[in-house]
């Protein structure tokens, strides 16, 4: 009896979606227009809009997500306060990295679709109590059509 060599399967890295904040900038103007900068692992797979407030990112159906914040000023406090989805498509969570008070959002897609699904992202910013949400939109498109 032959047996078929068993297949290595690597697990799939999410797609990191990472958000640049001049924090100075947004505080000043009480908004992200012009101080925001998104950017995604995926260009290879399509996506589109780097540096941009309207980041493309190319998904599909199981794809995992992965949000993450950077400060331009490396003293300021910036934070990830919350992800803004069609939960039919995506539902963001809150996560701690072990050992640190470090947080980061993730989501699994849950479906293809036939439009761009927009979202958006609130930031705490500094000591200021209200966060502040993304004036542009980025949103998730699908691989075959580059639209889900």
Not at 13 to 19: E, K, L
Request: net charge neutral.
């Amino acid at each position: 009896m032959t047996t078929k060599p068993r297949q290595k399967t690597t697990p799939k890295r999410p797609i990191s979606i990472t958000a640049v904040v001049d924090c100075v900038g947004m505080l000043a103007a009480q908004n992200t227009h012009g101080h925001l900068y998104l950017y995604d692992t995926n260009k290879t797979g399509g996506s589109t809009g780097f540096g941009t407030e309207e980041l493309r990112t190319t998904v599909k159906a199981g794809d995992q997500l992965l949000w993450n914040v950077l400060a331009l000023e490396c003293e300021a406090f910036v934070a990830i306060d919350g992800i803004e989805i069609d939960h039919e498509v995506c539902e963001p969570v809150r996560k701690v990295y072990p050992g640190t008070d470090v947080a980061y959002w993730t989501g699994t897609v849950k479906k293809d679709q036939a439009s761009p699904v927009p979202y958006r992202i609130r930031f705490r910013l500094g000591t200021q109590v209200e966060p502040i949400t993304t004036t542009l939109s980025p949103v998730l498109v699908g691989r075959a059509t580059g639209q889900l």
